[in-house]
């Protein structure tokens, strides 16, 4: 069965740090983009931060600024988001994909497969 299932989300304190898994069943993991987007009530869904591993590359959406932290093991196919320094403005539902062209990275039309997503709630 081809599926992402995040997990390691929660409610934290300003200032507090999550790390959040994505555990991927039936694709190509280590040949796959592996991209975090967020969603908050209310906004559209936004660029977190992706991962290609053929080619070492990485980006990160602008807000992020240091604070988090993508890596992946393909051992255990799975991907991981460490948040650091979290603010009340990164609540929302976090969602794990899955695609294959890296030009645009940013967007969610280039994702072919995605999670339920994982809650994160950060309190003032």
């Known amino acids: 069965q081809v599926q992402l299932v995040e997990s390691g989300g929660g409610l934290v304190q300003a200032g507090g740090s999550l790390r959040l898994s994505c555990a991927a069943s039936g694709l190509t993991f280590s040949r796959s983009i592996m991209g975090w987007f967020r969603q908050a009530p209310g906004k559209e869904r936004e660029f977190v931060a992706a991962s290609l591993w053929t080619s070492g590359s990485t980006d990160y959406g602008d807000f992020v600024k240091g604070r988090f932290t993508i890596s992946r093991d393909n051992a255990k196919n799975t991907v991981y988001l460490q948040m650091n320094s979290l603010k009340p403005e990164d609540t929302g539902v976090y969602y794990c994909?899955?695609?294959?062209?890296?030009?645009?990275?940013?967007?969610?039309?280039?994702?072919?497969?995605w999670g339920q997503g994982t809650q994160v709630t950060v309190s003032s």
């Open positions: 994909a899955a695609g294959n062209i890296w030009i645009q990275v940013r967007m969610p039309e280039e994702y072919n497969l």
